[in-house]
C-alpha cells in the first residue's frame, strides 16, 4: 500500500512541475541536491542548469576573494604609510616640519588634488604658504565646523558649501570631494580631490584617524 502511495504522490509532483516549469528557478537550492542521469535527453537539461549554478557561484566566490585582496594589500599598504608617517613627525624638530610632514604625507597617500590646513594658533615658518590659514577658535568662520571639531571623526563626502569656501577659497570650484580630519587642539586637515567619487561618505576613516592622532601627539611636543 505504501509503494502504491509513494508512486502516486511522485507522479503527481511531476504532473505538477511540468505545469511550473520554473519552479526550480525559485529555489535554485533544490535544483543543486536532486540527482538526475547524464545521458543525452531532456533529462540533461537539469544537470546543464546545476553546472552553471555550480559556475556562478564560482564567479562569485573567485570575485569576492578578488575583491578581499585587493582591500588586503592597500589595508597593509596604508598600515605601512601610517607608520611611517608617525616615524616621520616624531621627528621634526619645529611644529611647522611637523605640518609639512603631515601634508606631504596626506597629498601622497590619499591622492588627493588640494591639501588644506586650518591652523588656531600660528606656526613659526608656515607665514608664507598657500595651503595653511590661521583663525582663531573662537571665530564666527569655524561655525559651519563646530559639530565636526566636537564630535572628532573624519568626514569624507562633498562638504556643505560654507565649508568648501573656508577651506579651498579661490579653488573652491576645482574641489568636487574631500577627506576632512578635524583636531579640536589644533585645527582643521582637508585633503580636497577633483574626482567627485574620490571621497565618499561611508568609506573607511580608520587610517586617517591613526593619522591625526598622531599628528596630534607629535604636535603636543611643541606646546608650552
Given at each position: 500500500?505504501?509503494?502504491?502511495v509513494?508512486?502516486i504522490?511522485?507522479h503527481?509532483?511531476?504532473?505538477?512541475?511540468?505545469?511550473?516549469?520554473?519552479?526550480?528557478q525559485?529555489?535554485?537550492?533544490?535544483?543543486m541536491?536532486l540527482?538526475?542521469?547524464r545521458?543525452?535527453?531532456?533529462?540533461?537539461?537539469?544537470?546543464?542548469?546545476?553546472?552553471?549554478?555550480?559556475r556562478?557561484?564560482?564567479?562569485?566566490?573567485s570575485?569576492?576573494?578578488h575583491?578581499?585582496?585587493?582591500?588586503?594589500?592597500?589595508?597593509?599598504r596604508?598600515?605601512?604609510?601610517?607608520?611611517?608617517?608617525?616615524?616621520?613627525?616624531?621627528?621634526?624638530?619645529t611644529?611647522?616640519?611637523t605640518v609639512?610632514?603631515?601634508?606631504?604625507?596626506?597629498?601622497?597617500?590619499?591622492?588627493?588634488?588640494?591639501?588644506?590646513?586650518?591652523?588656531?594658533?600660528?606656526?613659526?615658518?608656515l607665514?608664507?604658504?598657500?595651503?595653511?590659514?590661521v583663525?582663531?577658535r573662537e571665530d564666527?568662520?569655524?561655525?559651519?565646523?563646530?559639530?565636526?571639531l566636537?564630535?572628532?571623526?573624519?568626514?569624507?563626502?562633498?562638504?556643505?558649501?560654507?565649508?568648501?569656501?573656508l577651506?579651498?577659497?579661490?579653488?573652491?570650484?576645482?574641489?568636487?570631494?574631500?577627506a576632512?580630519?578635524?583636531?579640536?587642539?589644533i585645527?582643521?586637515?582637508?585633503?580636497?580631490s577633483?574626482?567627485?567619487?574620490?571621497?565618499?561618505p561611508?568609506?573607511?576613516?580608520?587610517?586617517?584617524?591613526?593619522?591625526?592622532?598622531?599628528?596630534?601627539?607629535a604636535?603636543?611636543?611643541?606646546a608650552?
Amino acid at each position: 500500500m505504501s509503494e502504491t502511495v509513494e508512486k502516486i504522490s511522485a507522479h503527481e509532483v511531476a504532473a505538477w512541475l511540468r505545469r511550473h516549469p520554473k519552479f526550480l528557478q525559485q529555489f535554485p537550492d533544490l535544483a543543486m541536491t536532486l540527482v538526475v542521469p547524464r545521458e543525452d535527453g531532456p533529462a540533461a537539461s537539469l544537470a546543464g542548469y546545476q553546472l552553471e549554478v555550480l559556475r556562478d557561484k564560482n564567479r562569485e566566490l573567485s570575485r569576492r576573494l578578488h575583491d578581499l585582496f585587493a582591500i588586503s594589500q592597500e589595508n597593509e599598504r596604508l598600515a605601512v604609510r601610517t607608520h611611517q608617517l608617525t616615524l616621520a613627525l616624531m621627528r621634526q624638530t619645529t611644529p611647522a616640519g611637523t605640518v609639512r610632514a603631515l601634508a606631504a604625507a596626506l597629498a601622497e597617500d590619499f591622492n588627493g588634488d588640494l591639501v588644506r590646513v586650518v591652523l588656531f594658533a600660528p606656526v613659526a615658518g608656515l607665514e608664507d604658504t598657500d595651503w595653511v590659514q590661521v583663525v582663531p577658535r573662537e571665530d564666527a568662520l569655524l561655525q559651519p565646523f563646530v559639530d565636526a571639531l566636537r564630535e572628532g571623526e573624519p568626514l569624507c563626502g562633498r562638504l556643505h558649501p560654507d565649508k568648501q569656501s573656508l577651506l579651498y577659497g579661490a579653488r573652491v570650484e576645482d574641489v568636487q570631494s574631500t577627506a576632512l580630519l578635524p583636531l579640536d587642539a589644533i585645527g582643521l586637515i582637508a585633503v580636497g580631490s577633483r574626482d567627485a567619487n574620490r571621497f565618499y561618505p561611508g568609506m573607511g576613516t580608520l587610517f586617517l584617524r591613526m593619522m591625526g592622532e598622531a599628528f596630534a601627539a607629535a604636535m603636543q611636543r611643541f606646546a608650552h
